[in-house]
């Protein structure tokens, strides 16, 4: 079983940056790639990127390319999105999940997810 936990959410001004981390532990050779979603109130789970653990292959949501980077260190065992410009449709509960490959439509396919994280972007 991968455990997954994630931090570095909080508040911030429009413009500003924060960077998410995502730690798995546990059985991590068990998923090839991990993702980010996130969740707005009322609105349902978004795909937000995805990365190969192995060749650090990347995909994006249209809504966050070139503003967000994800990122994977294999020796810690850590995803990060690094997000910057952001604005305040951003807000979310940001999520990182593992599984077998990348899907940008369907959330069910990724096994495994972590508690979550809140972003909030003022205005």
């Known amino acids: 079983q991968v455990q997954l936990v994630e931090s570095g959410g909080g508040l911030v001004q429009a413009g500003g940056s924060l960077r998410l981390s995502c730690a798995a532990s546990?059985?991590?050779?068990?998923?090839?790639?991990m993702g980010w979603f996130r969740q707005a109130p009322g609105k349902e789970r978004e795909f937000v990127a995805c990365?190969?653990?192995?060749?650090?292959?990347?995909i994006y949501a249209d809504s966050v390319k070139g503003r967000f980077t994800i990122s994977r260190d294999k020796d810690k065992n850590t995803v990060y999105l690094q997000m910057t410009s952001l604005k305040p449709e951003d807000t979310a509960v940001y999520y990182c999940?593992?599984?077998?490959?990348?899907?940008?439509?369907?959330?069910?396919?990724?096994?495994?997810w972590g508690q979550g994280t809140q972003v909030t972007v003022s205005s």
């Open positions: 546990g059985r991590t050779f068990s998923t090839n790639v």
């Open positions: 999940a593992g599984g077998a490959r990348c899907n940008t439509r369907d959330a069910s396919a990724y096994n495994v």
């Open positions: 990365i190969t653990w192995s060749g650090g292959n990347t």
